[in-house]
Structures are given as C-alpha cells and as structure tokens.
C-alpha cells in the first residue's frame, strides 16, 4: 500500500492572495526538517498538502512526529492512497485501518467528497464504508457523538486517501513568516518557552547568550545549548552568539551603586544583544521576562530596560504566571534541563537590595561611570558564534 501524509494549514488558509507565499515556506520548512530521513514530494490542493515519501522505505513514524513540531501545521493525517474506484476505497480501507479497528468499541465514518464528479455523495460513501465496517468486525458499534476512531474517506481530484484520526499539529505560522528576532536566552525555564511563542508565530530565531567565566561554568553553556536544540526542533535552525559578559559585569559592581546592579546589566545585555540582532537583520529583540516576577521584572524595571534598545522587545510570557510557563516548558521537552543546578550569569551577581522602582535618569546617571561604548565593543568582538540545531 502506498502511504502518504496529508498536512492541513490551518490558519493559513486566511492569507488571501498572498496564501500561497505562506504555504511555500511551509514547503520549505517541512522539507529541511525532513532532509535527514529521505526525499519527498509535496503537492498543494484545496488547503491540503500531499507529502509522499520518493523512498519507500522511509520510516513514516519517525515523518509524522518530526512534521508535529513544524510550525504552520494544524493537523496531519498518515492516509493510504485509493484509486477513485469505489472497489478499491473498500478494499483498501480495511486493508490500512483494520488493525486499528479490532482494537476500538466505537466508531464512525467521515467523507470529504471534493471531486463532485465522483457518482457517490458523501451520506452514501459514509453508509457504505459504515456497513462494510459493521460486516467484519461484529464487536464495533457507530458513535457519531464521541468515537474511539473516525474512518476518513477523502475524494480528490486525482485519488482517494483513507486515514484514522489526525494527529495535532503545533499550529502557528510557518518560521520565517515574521521576519526575524534575537531571543536572550539563559538556562531558566521562561526563555526557552519565550522562543518558542516567537516562533509559533512564525518568527526566525537567533538567539543571544550572556555567559561570565569563570562565575559561570562550561555546563552552564552547555545547559543553554541543550535547551536551544529542543527549541530549534520547532524553530529550526537557531544561529548563536556566546557573550563574555564577567568585564562588564565587574565593572558595574566596581562602579555603579548595588541597588541599580541587577537593572545596569539588564540595559548593557539589551544594547549588546541589539548589535548583534542588526547584524543578523532581526526587528525585535525577545525575552522572557514576566511582569513582576523577579526585581528586574516590575514595570518600571522593564521600563528602564526597554529604554535601551531602539529595537521593539518582544515578551510573550508578560502575563503568565510560573506555572503557565512551566506548562509550556514541559510540553516543548525544555523543563527538567532548565531546572538543572548550573548558574547562569543573571544570578551571579545578585545586588542583597535590588531597586524594584527605578528611575530613568538615576539610571542614567550612574552607567556615566562606565565606559560604554568600550565595553560595548570589546563584548562585541569577542563573541562565540555557533549555530544549533
């Protein structure tokens, strides 16, 4: 039998003229993640993408859970190929979903009868397949409220696909949509879930680390590399800049008052993070700050924080509380590294007193003592650039 996937949009399909732009990257996209385990060919019809495997022995299990995680993707179906003969629709349908039916109580049978040529409406194609059903297996019984398993008969133009219940696809917009944003990302729980949101909705990441040997260890590094590739399962490939952050950081506690440490630090990795994100051609910088979480997170630390970009910041997990973002973090496979006890350099240097209610130009006021534009270059030149997959 001849097994292909059959891929729905979703919201896709309220693109208007320019859809087929979006439905292209989406190609684009679910072919590069496929790349590693064969060669396929996609067909677009009626909201519907066709992908069959060029190689019969590719592994269609390990296909299927590869596309769930591609962005831009509602629902997807693994359905066996029928001629347009009604014979063959039979035949092929307990062929394919045979199995699975003697393992249910309860079932009941869909028809999408695109191809109106085709001599059986759908009533008639679902009374059919039901009886047909009904005939071989004598334990089922039809439940069209609440089924163990629908029977999925679809006309097309060319063939017939059957197929059980579709599986749920991540949803969003295809990667690359959006433009492109620079996620800050640590090894805390809130931006890995931070990057994931940005590229659910259809934002290219590349991403920016702050790391501050020798306060914080290989490990740590590590740790935030680990938590970039089970993003980059859904994103794509995320390019990477490792930033030497301890000179920096030394010389605020050297120079500047304990109270504004925690919001200094937060401005400098903003302006170095915003460098780096031009460089990359990004719109928007992302974090995963949370509104009143933490010190640094009150609206007027944010406020503070924001001033030092020109560049939008993006914060998905503003209104969330922990256990929304654990949630998430758990559902994208991010939650037990991030809990790993590795220090990243936001806690190192921790002030005892940190000010909840900054001001602006007191702010201002005390990075004078620092020699911005030089730390600022120096960070610049020295990162590490890597690119995870």
Known sequence: MKEIILVKNGEL?????????????????????LKEIGEFSFTKSQSTIMIEPVDENVDMDECTEILSKVFGIAALSRAVVAEKDFEDIKK??????????????????NAKRSDKKFPMKSPEICREIGGLILSKFNSLKVDVHNPELTVTVEIRDRYAFIHGDSIKGAGGMPVSTSGRGAVLISGGIDSPVAAYMMAKRGIELVSVHFASPPFTTELAEQKVMDLLHRVAKYSGPITTYV????EIQEEIRKRCPEQYFTIIMRRYMMKIAEVLAKKQRCSALITGESVGQVASQTMYALGCTDAATTLPVFRPCIGMDKEEIIR??????????????????????TPKHPKTRPNLEEIIEAEKSLDSEALIERAVKNVRKTVVH
Do not use: Q
Request: charged share 30%; aromatic share 10%.
């Open 13 to 33: 399909v309220l693109k208007g003229l320019n859809r087929n732009t979006f439905e292209d990257i989406l190609i684009k996209n679910m072919r590069k993640a």
């Open 243 to 246: 930033v030497h952050f301890t």
């Open 92 to 109: 092929k349908t307990l062929e394919y979903l045979g199995e699975r039916l003697g393992e249910v109580e309860t079932f009941k049978v």
């Open 328 to 349: 998430i973090s758990r559902k994208i496979d991010t939650f037990e590294t991030s809990i790993l006890p590795y220090e990243d350099c936001c806690t190192v240097f």
